[in-house]
């Protein structure tokens, strides 16, 4: 199984901030890294998807970039709303997987 | 993007087999989807489950290889999962997504259901 690592596990930011998340593989994917955001007792939401593709609908304050083992996730001038849980999602190699998350505070 | 829709009973007995079906709106079952379970335990991360494709092939996390089956209904325009000999451990939230192999459309998630297992 290719092991994906996300760091940190949890950050606080305050509005406005710039923040990033990284995830890094075990082994090269390519570019199939998808990154989610998950709020309390929801689904997760798709804002990036093929490393760097914004999902339709998603603010672009959201970026992705990466490429092979190392991806981040970068969130321009933080808001209120982007409270939530994170996660990367590797789908080039069965069983596909997840990072453990990043747990985003708003100071 | 697809639309999908899980449904299934909430409640399963240890021992049970735990059975849900996803319901695919807007979007053809037999395109090049890989049509996937994915679960989250309350409190924790997700854990990808199986997938299938149009043609039948599946493809199992191997941590439930053993317990799982997903099968495809095109006429109904629906996948299901089927895990057998469940525990308290297999309580989560089940989600059906639906993933191309090269990405060239984003992926798409149901809402979800949870299921918990308890006599």
């Known amino acids: 199984d290719i092991q994906m690592t996300q760091s940190p596990s949890s950050l606080s930011a305050s509005v406005g901030d710039r923040v990033t998340i990284t995830c890094r593989a075990g082994?090269?994917?390519?570019?199939?890294l998808n990154w989610y955001q998950q709020k309390p007792g929801k689904a997760p939401k798709l804002l990036i998807y093929?490393?760097?593709s914004l999902q339709s609908g998603v603010p672009s304050r959201f970026s992705g970039s990466g490429s092979g083992t190392d991806f981040s996730l970068t969130i321009r001038g933080v808001q209120p709303e982007d409270l939530a849980t994170y996660y990367c999602?590797?789908?080039?190699?069965?069983?596909?997987?997840f990072g453990q998350g990043t747990k985003l505070e708003i100071k | 993007q697809v639309l999908l829709q899980e449904s299934g009973p909430g409640l399963v007995k240890p021992s049970g087999t735990l059975s849900l079906t996803c319901t695919v709106s807007?979007?053809?079952?037999?395109?090049?989807?890989?049509w996937s379970w994915v679960r989250q335990p309350p409190g924790k991360g997700l854990e990808w489950i199986g997938e299938?494709?149009?043609?039948?092939?599946?493809n199992y996390n191997p941590s439930l290889k053993s317990r799982v089956t997903i099968s495809l209904d095109k006429s109904n325009k629906q996948f299901s999962l089927s895990l057998s000999s469940v525990t308290a451990a297999d309580t989560a939230v089940y989600y059906c997504?639906?993933?191309?192999?090269?990405?060239?459309?984003?992926?798409?998630w149901g809402q979800g259901t949870l299921v918990t297992v308890s006599s």
């Open positions: 997504m639906a993933v191309r192999p090269d990405l060239s459309a984003p992926p798409s």
């Open positions: 807007s979007g053809s079952i037999s395109s090049n989807n890989g």
């Open positions: 299938i494709y149009h043609g039948g092939s599946t």
């Open positions: 082994q090269t994917i390519s570019t199939y």
């Open positions: 093929a490393a760097s």
């Open positions: 999602h590797q789908s080039y190699i069965s069983p596909y997987t």
